[in-house]
């Protein structure tokens, strides 16, 4: 199994990004597929969420501004962000679980970092 985060950069607040996330090795349509951040000096948080039958979740400092969603021709998991802040900086990790979306799971992708910076 083998997740790849990418889009990172350097964005101006206010800007906007989309991170990707191809898979291979499994199907994201069966898995709970999440996207999770972790900023310099603190722990890993979970960012958004989505089920196997498509639902979504967010956390509170990011509802309205960021967007899950995912290509299942491509296989492929997106996260778009807009209206950055410079508290949305840190490195976004993809991940999937076949249970539910926690911190705890099954698969994780390298990260791609974002920094948000006038």
């Known amino acids: 199994v083998q997740l790849q985060a990418s889009g990172g950069g350097l964005v101006q607040p206010g800007g906007s990004l989309r991170l990707s996330c191809p898979a291979s090795?499994?199907?994201?349509?069966?898995?709970?597929i999440g996207w999770f951040r972790q900023a310099p000096g603190k722990e890993r948080e979970g960012v958004s969420c989505?089920?196997?039958?498509?639902?979504?979740y967010y956390a509170d400092s990011v509802r309205g501004r960021f967007t899950i969603s995912r290509n299942s021709a491509k296989n492929t998991l997106y996260l778009q962000m807009s209206t950055l802040k410079p508290e949305d900086t840190a490195v976004y990790y993809c991940?999937?679980?076949?249970?539910?979306?926690?911190?705890?799971?099954?698969?994780w992708g390298k990260g791609t970092l974002v920094t948000v910076s006038s």
């Open positions: 090795g499994l199907t994201l349509d069966r898995y709970y």
């Open positions: 989505m089920t196997s039958d498509g639902r979504t």
């Open positions: 991940a999937a679980s076949s249970d539910y979306c926690s911190l705890e799971m099954d698969y």
